[in-house]
């Protein structure tokens, strides 16, 4: 069983990117549960939502406190909340920043995971581009299809259509594929350092 | 073929319903039963839903009784409500099945405050155990899918109120793979409803006369058989639902790995699949655990629980609730199922209010239960912080004024509450 | 429709169905006539709110011909109508709870609705407790939500079915269980209370109307007009209460009258939230005359008369009379309603 846990900010659309990635493992036959912390929270508030992604059907109901990958949308919610708590150094960290972990005071959190594992994306910087707001959930995801090949881009563009009609959901899936690329070329280049 | 679907459970249930045509839905806003009234009201907007009268009403209280005018008035009728607003209608659900009118209401369920608290437990459904309404408790989103196609069926057959009950946020706000009926298939389930009393000018009737000594305890017996009746009818349409659905659901208890099990954990709703995997793991090693899911807690199957649960040495109730001053809820009954029986029974509190059953703590408590470090004569509180309780008793002890709830807060060094 | 009779009874300016046209008089004694609740209930003697219930319904029954149904508070009309395993209710007829009969009425309405039978109608009735208290948020949501129901307040101004304790609609200085005539402000205080109708109209529903036994025609004619009408509609009918308000039995319909001519009590009609109607005073009387004549004001009348409290009644009618023009001579009611 893969979990995932998305740390973002009330308006971010944290839970929804959670449901996303739940219904594009779901469009792969696969059975995936997605939900949120569940609070009263208000715009801006942190906000926790959670993925569980298995080839079995998923029985267990509890929030996932070992994630195997840590989505982050806002990373000055390191100043909050305890965002890498239970992540352990085989789990994958896509953190949305133009800048990079050590930039962030966040080198400890990148030098304790295996190498190629901690990715930096600009997915607020790339949703202000493609869709004219600083949404960043549908390019993380793209972001995350990348980086952990656990889903593919086309299962993500699938679930970000059926989430947004219309041109709405086409320029999500342009975000989408813009981290993807990002992402990868980035590993590329970690790659071959 | 049912569409099978990722979807949050509050959708699902809301379509689930929808295709049982409520006729009258009417409903009052409350965490986390909203995305089911939300949904069934778009769906009577836009017309999937037709013909059915959505009624935005005032007050819980005003829900229950729009639906008690309405079921008498013969049509099938659907609430939702959770937590303080089902102690809001507390009057009127009483008011319904002491009229014995076959409302279908799901209960997404919440802690009760003070102090104020929206997450799961079921403090708010066990208050109302005695309410004369039948209880079903879902323990995924598939099972209250198909509790409500069910539940209409059964309040219907037996004019009685059913409440579905599951539980809010960890099943309402999760979205998950989900078989949601088709319209057709409902239709050959549910049969359109035939009331048994109905408001009609051209047959008037009186109902909800007053009864005074002469005949109350006869109407109140009465309520009782039918309850009981509903323990025969409830596994009759549960095998129905099985032949017509092609899966298992409803039902009066579930066991799972029961069979020379020594030690039972007895559980309801969404906690029941955590604990399941817990079994496995406990049955890999070697240890004779199983599981026992209460499906239905209203009326209690007695003489199911006794067959599930009386070769076992020891069985641990694990409840969202407990009775203030007295112990568990579900542990009083278990332990009148098993009355006469060397079975001893272990009351365990956990998940209030929204704090997680984790199977890491199941674990350890069923762990402690096999080396025999639980003390069957206590009530347990599953995770309790000692540290925060006990500091507060010494406070208490020495007359230090305040109320609790804050000054633990303060303790905990908690700004808020939610953060993760 | 109110009607404006030219005739009156000598002395006591009451009218009687013989001095009304044909048209318009009561059917009281047609063998034919519904009697939505018939006789064998259990109501006091002189008891107006089994009176208001009886007109109300019947009325309500001969508009819609007889397709109707009601929803009832818990209440003294309740508890003597339906003993079990008797009942006097002759249409179809639901009681629920004390405080929630404006809602299980939209609840029927919605069902009605929904099965596509829009031509039966629905009446809910409550007391003054039933309505203006513990019923009032159910009530408002009805009205706000314009529900086609006409919900009916029989105010007899306290809680008698529980042993005559104050409500609401009690007025000032009126002794009840739990306002004594004890102390130096006795009886219910002053300052207090609400007047439904008024908040009623505030919801800009169809149809509002006050009405009292004393004019049965009346009375019947309000409930005509309100069923001619959709939406949500509000009736509240004086009903006197001889073992509440201490009055004769045989007073009560000249109870209920002295409301009337003494402003007490205003009658008027209003559509959506203004005012339509307003029936005037016969003949004028002083609130003594009304309150002498009920034991729940003895303690004015006793040693210590107590004119001041009787003046603050007077003034409130005064008050009545002015606000709605309740007087010929007056240059109409209040025009500050636009």
């Known amino acids: 069983m893969l979990e995932i846990r998305i740390h973002g900010r009330g308006g971010q659309g944290a839970v929804t990117a959670a449901e996303m990635l739940s219904v594009a493992a779901f469009e792969e036959g696969r059975h995936a549960q997605a939900f949120p912390t569940f609070g009263s929270e208000r715009t801006g508030a942190p906000v926790v939502s959670f993925c569980r992604i298995d080839d079995r059907p998923i029985r267990i109901h509890e929030p996932i406190s070992h994630p195997d990958a840590l989505l982050v949308q806002d990373p000055t919610l390191v100043h909050q909340v305890l965002l890498f708590e239970g992540v352990g150094e085989e789990a994958y960290v896509l953190l949305n920043t133009g800048r990079s972990f050590a930039e962030l005071g966040l080198g400890e959190v990148e030098d304790r995971l295996r190498p190629g594992r ?15 707001r600083p949404l960043p959930n549908t390019a993380l995801l793209g972001g995350f299809a990348a980086l952990t090949g656990w889903v593919s881009l086309d299962s993500i563009s ?15 899936v342009r975000a989408a594929k813009a981290a993807h690329d990002r992402v ?10 | 073929m049912p569409v099978r679907s990722q979807i949050e459970g509050s959708q699902a249930v809301a379509r689930a319903v929808a295709r049982c045509r409520p006729q009258v839905v009417a409903a009052y806003p409350i965490s986390p039963q909203t995305h089911i009234v939300e949904s069934l009201a778009d769906l009577v907007r836009t017309g999937e839903l037709d013909p059915c009268e959505y009624l935005m009403v005032e007050s819980e209280l005003g829900a229950m009784s729009a639906c008690i005018g309405s079921s008498a008035m013969g049509s099938r009728t659907y609430t939702a409500t959770a937590s303080q607003g089902l102690l809001f209608m507390a009057e009127a659900l009483f008011n319904a099945s002491g009229l014995g009118l076959p409302i279908v209401m799901t209960v997404a369920n919440r802690a009760i405050g003070a102090p104020i608290n929206i997450w799961n437990d079921h403090s708010d ?8 309404w039948v209880q079903l408790f879902a323990s995924s989103n598939q099972e209250a899918v198909d509790l409500h196609v069910q539940a209409f069926r059964l309040a219907e057959r037996l004019s009685l109120p059913v409440m579905v009950c599951m539980d809010g946020f960890v099943l309402t706000h999760a979205v998950e793979q989900v078989d949601v009926p088709e319209q057709d298939e409902v239709d050959a389930f549910l049969p359109p409803f035939t009331p048994r009393q109905q408001l009609d000018p051209a047959q008037p009737v009186s109902i909800g006369a007053m009864v005074g000594p002469e005949a109350f305890t006869e109407v109140k017996y009465l309520m009782h058989a039918r309850q ?3 323990l025969d009818e409830i596994p009759r349409i549960a095998a129905d639902f099985e032949a017509a659905f092609g899966r298992p659901a409803g039902g009066l208890v579930r066991p799972y790995r029961t069979d020379d099990a020594e030690t039972v954990v007895v559980a309801l709703g969404s906690q029941v699949g955590t604990i399941e995997v817990v079994v496995d793991q406990l049955r890999d090693e070697g240890h004779p655990v199983g599981l026992l899911d209460v499906t239905c807690f209203r009326p209690w199957p007695r003489d199911e629980v006794r067959r599930a649960l009386a070769g076992a040495a020891n069985v641990v109730v694990l409840e969202k609730a407990f009775a203030v001053g007295a112990g568990g809820i579900v542990g009083q009954n278990t332990r009148l199922a098993l009355a006469g029986t060397p079975t001893v029974v272990h009351d365990v509190v956990a998940g209030l209010g929204g704090r997680p059953v984790t199977a890491a703590a199941v674990r350890g408590l069923l762990d402690d239960v096999l080396a025999g470090r639980v003390d069957p004569h206590r009530l347990h509180f599953l995770g309790l912080r000692t540290d925060l309780v006990d500091g507060q008793l010494r406070r208490d002890a020495a007359s230090v004024p305040g109320p609790h709830a804050e000054s633990m807060l303060r303790e905990a060094g908690v700004i808020g509450s939610g953060s993760h | 429709m109110t009607v404006e009779p030219k005739l009156y009874q000598v002395d006591t300016f009451a009218v009687g169905n013989r001095l009304l046209d044909p048209a318009q008089r009561s059917e009281q004694a047609r063998a034919d006539r519904s009697n939505a609740i018939t006789s064998g209930h259990r109501a006091c003697q002189g008891c107006g709110e089994v009176l208001g219930a009886r007109y109300v319904l019947d009325a309500a029954m ?23 395993p008797e009942t006097s209710w002759q249409l179809p007829w639901l009681h629920s709870l004390f405080g929630n009969a404006p809602a299980v009425a939209s609840g029927m309405a ?6 596509g039978r829009s031509d039966t109608r629905v009446v809910a009735q409550a007391g003054d407790g039933g309505t203006v208290d513990i019923g009032f948020g159910c009530l408002s949501g009805m009205f706000e939500r314009n529900d086609d129901v006409l919900f009916v307040c029989y105010d007899n101004e306290g809680y008698m079915n529980t042993g005559v304790q104050r409500s609401g609609a009690t007025p000032p200085a009126a002794r009840t269980a739990n306002t004594k005539a004890l102390g130096p402000e006795p009886g219910n205080a002053f300052g207090q209370g609400k007047f439904v109708p008024l908040i009623a109209m505030a919801h800009e529903i169809p149809y509002v109307a006050t009405a009292t036994v004393a004019d049965l025609r009346d009375l019947e004619a309000k409930v005509e007009t309100a069923m001619g009408m959709s939406g949500a509609r509000y009736l509240h009918v004086l009903v006197p209460c001889p073992l509440g308000w201490g009055s004769a039995s045989e007073d009560t319909i000249k109870v209920a009258r002295l409301a009337r001519e003494t402003g007490i009590f205003p009658v008027f009609e209003a559509e959506r939230g203004r005012i339509t109607a307003v029936s005037k005073i016969r003949r004028w009387q002083p609130v003594e005359e009304y309150l002498r004549i009920q034991r729940r004001y003895a303690h004015l009348f006793g040693e210590p008369r107590r004119d001041d409290i009787v003046a603050r009644i007077q003034a409130q009618a ?20 636009e």
Do not use: W
């Not at chain 1, 059926?162 to 999500?172: C, L, M, S």
């Not at chain 2, 459904?125 to 004369?132: F, H, N, Q």
């Not at chain 3, 008050?319 to 500050?336: A, M, V």
């Open chain 3, 318 to 337: 005064d008050h009545n009379i002015d606000r709605f023009g309740l007087l010929d001579d007056d240059p109409g009611y209040e025009q500050d309603q």
């Open chain 2, 125 to 132: 459904s066990m208050s109302m155990r005695d309410s004369g």
């Open chain 3, 110 to 115: 919605a069902a009605l609705r929904a099965q």
């Open chain 1, 158 to 172: 699938t679930a970000i259509r059926q989430a947004f009609a219309g041109e709405v959901g086409e320029a999500n």
């Open chain 1, 118 to 132: 901690a990715v930096c994306v600009p997915a607020t910087e790339i949703a202000r581009a493609e869709l004219g």
């Open chain 3, 62 to 84: 001969r508009a819609t011909g007889g397709n109707m149904v009601a929803a009832n508070a818990t209440g003294c009309l309740e508890v003597f109508s339906t003993p079990y």
């Open chain 1, 184 to 193: 990868l070329e980035k590993k590329g280049r970690s790659a071959r350092a």
């Open chain 2, 228 to 230: 009981m009746q509903a």
